[in-house]
């Protein structure tokens, strides 16, 4: 299992929250090399309904304050792979990587209580169909290295794990407390 | 990077056609050789261009954040060209044969855009799809998956014969004297990869059109455009060569008024020849054809197409499609024909999307709907969701269109309210096809290495404002096109629109500012028969109310039935400049620095170590002023040209350059006589040999221009010839203002 998605989903928001202040956020992110991935560039999809929303490109990842499905969320998206890794390893260094980007963004004067992650409300998808379609089997195979991954974070037990998304969607599960 | 990269070979073993495996298995080796150093970076670029492959902006491993130009430090790696770093995210075109797309097709475009890009595919101006943010490595993998749903990127991008656009609404429109799909697919299959067309100096475009007066296709921006024509009932095309937009705007010229169908293909192949043959190889700015039959002349470019077609080997392919071309792509309606019933309770915004977003065909209860795509962009789910509409209500007859949407073909015209309430549920049933609100746009600095200002930041906000508006606006404001480039490369079309726009900078005080370029005038219609000229350079900041401003000023002053082309020609484009004249004055930087930065960007667009003085905030370099002139110099050859004075037009354009070239060598020779010889050659010395003058991109292209019409100069010329002196001009006037930045150390 590799190319892990984490979206961390955002407590409701008001009507009118606007994440282009994302915008300014994430370049002045890659000014101060806030995040320890090469950072390369900021893409702005908020014409985009349900889209990608504010994307920060990295080398090795993508992050994005995302909108897909009409949830609003902070979107970690692996894109390299270290083959030295485990499974486990590299879902737990994702779901570390989102979060830690969600405080960062929570922590954002743009955002100054405006927008709040849920503490234990998370997607996990696995991005490549090749190697883990949307199957029974692919995910039998997930769920005991999200279990070993979020055990980690939440506690073992403490936690629900559904399996999500039409057999065409990426292979994913939705994680609550 | 994916790890399963090696594995889709296997996996789609038997889906692929034999050729086509042999030919991936051909590039996925080059993609390998080329990470060990073992093909040249030139050759390697060349060769993943015509698959496709496209450089992407920061490619070449620099970035400016706003405060500083930083390296971005990508793992070590060998290039992918020139100056192109191998990690470095590309861009991935995807040819889509006259916009014809189906619901598998659709459904690989969206896992592709997941797995590979930003989950967003992108519709462009030229009816192909486009992802960004794609690894090098990843690209043999996802041309894998495409070819086992029959999709190419084969010579998408390099120096080939691109995309072949057609009407989408080709075979179902009303006013078409046939369905050109066929003969467009015929074409496209028959020229990819075809040996005559593997040695061209530039790209090659073709569109096709089911008629003369529409504007589906905009043949007449094409280097080569047929429009469809019957004679005694026989099928054959108007055929026109030459045309093309870029930095040099043309129409194409009449080729033949009528050439049969069967001769399409020969023709075409002995075009191609002879642009292979003569056209040029060294200087790309020249190496359109549209040069090479400007330097010919169409009588003798005709002439020599016509020699070339009688040596050429006879070749089955040209006529063997003909005997099943009213079967072949024939499309056919899922549902029967119904009509629809208008009732109280239609789902609501139901009248405005059906106003503006259906086209009843000419099929009698049949509907051809439009999907609307903020700047061309869908999501991987609502890709899904348009291949389970087009299995549901027809028979998954989607096409792309050139004004970067969807449309579905045969909707039975009763099943509108509920095909409205699936597409509301996907966020697709947007309002305003084809209206103000429907702007178009081209990648420019969001991730094309050419772009100077930010054209879909600009459309994104226009798309916003007029979205709003557009219910209350009067139908004349509404039904006009707004269309944006990023540069002078029009790619977002922007000369054929009514409002065009392209970005260029000023400079002011030491900062850098964004600008648009206004095009007034263009004409969508007719295939694009007519292009806008340039009125003035407005920051991008103050576009919004420069259309405000424009289209309220149109629609207080226009006189009963007159369209917009005509009052622009009407009121002269001296009025319109003086109309805009206050929004082009550069506030001060620190009154307002919004204006500063561009739309959908957060970063200060002047970048570098240049201070602000003391006195900046007052003191005006002189070669402000004297730029300032030029421009004006260029405006009134506009002018004299819109007056039909082509030599006064000649000899404005002409003497804009030579002060513009004055005002710069000011900056670097104390004492010198400003007659032309003099300037030329202290032009030479100092700023083309020194490459001062040098466009990043362009090269000397700019200069080239005040060189030649230094050269060749001439009291009396023809129309065409000022036309083009004057589009010269200005682009020379902006190039003067690059190398002016350049000169004080701004990176812009
Ligand atoms: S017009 Fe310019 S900015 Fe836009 S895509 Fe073309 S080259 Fe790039």
């Known amino acids: 299992m590799q190319h892990f998605r984490v979206k961390i989903f955002a407590q409701p928001v008001a009507v009118d ?71 486990p390893a590299r879902l737990q260094n994702a779901l570390a990587a989102a979060h830690r980007a969600a405080s960062l963004l929570e922590a954002e004067p743009e955002f100054a209580g405006r927008l709040r992650f849920e503490a234990r409300s998370i997607e996990v998808s696995v991005n490549d169909r090749l190697l883990a379609p949307n199957t029974d089997a692919s995910f039998a195979e997930l769920e005991p290295v999200l279990r070993v991954a979020v055990d980690a974070e939440w506690g073992a037990g403490s936690y629900r794990v559904e399996r999500s998304g039409s057999p065409r969607e990426l292979l994913t599960a939705t994680v609550s407390a | 990077m994916k790890t399963s990269n090696s594995q889709w070979k296997n996996r789609l073993a038997g889906q692929i056609a034999p050729g086509l495996v042999q030919e991936l ?120 998956r495409l070819a086992a749903v029959g999709i190419t990127t084969r010579e998408a991008c390099g120096n080939s014969v691109r995309n072949v656009t057609a009407c989408p609404i080709a075979g179902v429109c009303h006013t078409e004297r046939f369905d050109v799909t066929p003969y467009a697919s015929a074409l496209t299959y028959f020229l990819l990869g075809h040996p005559d067309c593997q040695d061209f100096g530039r790209k090659f475009k073709i569109a096709f059109s089911g008629c003369r007066d529409e504007a589906c296709a905009l043949v007449r921006m094409h280097d080569m455009g047929a429009m469809a024509a019957m004679r005694d009932g026989q099928r054959g095309f108007e055929l026109y060569v030459g045309g093309g937009l870029g930095t040099v705007p043309q129409q194409a010229r009449l080729f033949a008024e009528f050439l049969p169908a069967e001769e399409l293909l020969p023709t075409a192949q002995a075009i191609c020849r002879v642009f292979a043959r003569l056209g040029e190889k060294k200087n790309r700015n020249t190496a359109r054809v549209k040069f090479l039959i400007s330097k010919l002349g169409i009588e003798e470019f005709k002439r020599l197409v016509g020699e070339e077609r009688q040596i050429l080997a006879h070749d089955d392919r040209w006529t063997a499609y003909l005997k099943d071309i009213d079967t072949t ?28 977003n259906v086209y009843r065909q000419r099929q009698g209860g049949y509907a051809t709907v439009t999907i609307t795509l903020p700047l061309g962009d ?93 219910f209350v606006m009067d139908e004349a404001i509404r039904g006009l096109r707004i269309k944006v480039s990023g540069c002078f490369n029009s790619c977002g079309q922007h000369h054929a629109a009514d409002l065009g726009f392209y970005g260029v900078s000023r400079n002011k005080a030491g900062y850098t500012v964004p600008h648009f370029q206004v095009v007034l005038g263009g004409q969508w219609q007719n295939n694009a028969g007519s292009y806008g000229l340039a009125i003035g350079a407005v920051p991008s900041k103050r576009i919004p109310e420069t259309v405000d401003r424009i289209t309220s000023r149109y629609l207080a002053d226009k006189q009963p039935g007159e ?58 370099n002189p070669i402000d002023f004297q730029l300032a002139a030029c421009e004006r110099e260029s405006f009134e050859a506009q002018l004299a040209l819109e007056a039909g004075d082509a030599s006064r037009a000649a000899r404005l354009a002409y ?63 023809s129309p065409e010839r000022a036309h083009q002196l004057v589009e010269e001009a200005q682009l020379f006037i902006e190039a003067s203002h690059a190398c002016y930045a350049r000169m004080q150390g701004a990176k812009r």
């Open chain 2, 329 to 356: 792509l024939k499309e056919e309606p899922l549902r029967p024909s119904s009509l629809l019933e208008i009732k109280p309770a239609m789902p609501e915004g139901f009248a405005e999307w059906e106003k503006t």
């Open chain 2, 563 to 620: 369209s917009f082309q005509g009052y622009v020609k009407r009121i002269g484009k001296a009025a319109c400049k003086t109309m805009l004249e206050d929004l082009m004055v550069i506030p001060e930087h620190d009154a307002a620095p919004d204006v500063y930065v561009d739309w959908a960007d957060a970063r200060e667009y002047t970048i570098g170590d240049i201070g602000v003085g003391e006195c900046a905030g007052e003191v005006v």
């Open chain 2, 655 to 717: 003497e804009s350059m030579l002060h513009g070239a004055t005002a710069l060598l000011k900056q670097r020779v104390p004492v010198f006589a400003e007659d032309g010889d003099t300037v030329v050659g202290h032009f030479r010395t100092h700023l083309v040999d020194t490459q001062l003058f040098h466009d990043p991109f362009a090269g000397a292209k700019f200069a080239q221009y005040f060189l030649k019409a230094h050269e060749k100069w001439e009291l009396t010329v």
């Open chain 1, 17 to 87: 929250f606007d994440p282009g202040p994302a915008i300014a956020v994430f370049h002045r992110w890659i000014q101060e090399s806030e995040l320890p991935e090469l950072l390369i560039d900021v893409a702005d999809y908020r014409h985009v309904p349900d889209g990608p929303g504010i994307v920060l490109m990295a080398h090795d990842a993508v992050y994005a304050l995302d909108q897909t499905k009409g949830r609003l969320g902070l979107l970690y998206t692996r894109r390299s792979v270290d083959p030295a890794e485990t499974a």
């Open chain 2, 25 to 144: 298995d051909v590039y996925e080796n080059e993609v390998a050789l080329r990470k060990q150093g073992k093909i040249d970076e030139k050759v390697f670029a060349e060769t993943r261009l015509r698959r496709g492959a496209y450089g992407q902006r920061y490619d070449n491993g620099q970035r400016n954040d706003g405060k500083q130009t930083r390296k971005l430090e990508y793992p070590e790696a060998p290039t992918k060209g020139p100056n192109t770093l191998w990690d470095a995210p590309g861009m991935m075109r995807i040819k889509i044969p006259y916009g014809g797309v189906n619901a598998v097709q659709l459904e690989v475009l969206a896992e592709l855009a997941e797995e590979y890009s930003d989950g967003i595919a992108h519709v462009t101006t030229r009816q192909d799809f486009q992802l960004h943010f794609v690894h090098i490595e990843d690209t043999p993998a996802l041309m894998r």
């Open chain 2, 378 to 470: 869908i999501t991987s789910d609502q890709l899904r969701a348009v291949a389970d509409i087009s299995r549901k209500y027809i028979k998954e007859t989607v096409r792309t269109t050139v004004e970067q949407n969807l449309v579905l073909r045969w909707i039975p015209q009763g099943d509108l309210p509920a095909l409205y309430n699936e597409l509301r549920a996907a966020k697709l049933a947007t309002p305003g096809a084809g209206t103000i609100a429907d702007v178009t746009s081209c990648p420019g600095t969001d991730t094309c290495k050419l772009g100077i200002s930010s054209s879909r930041g600009l459309s994104g906000e226009l798309r916003e404002r007029l979205a709003e508006k557009q």
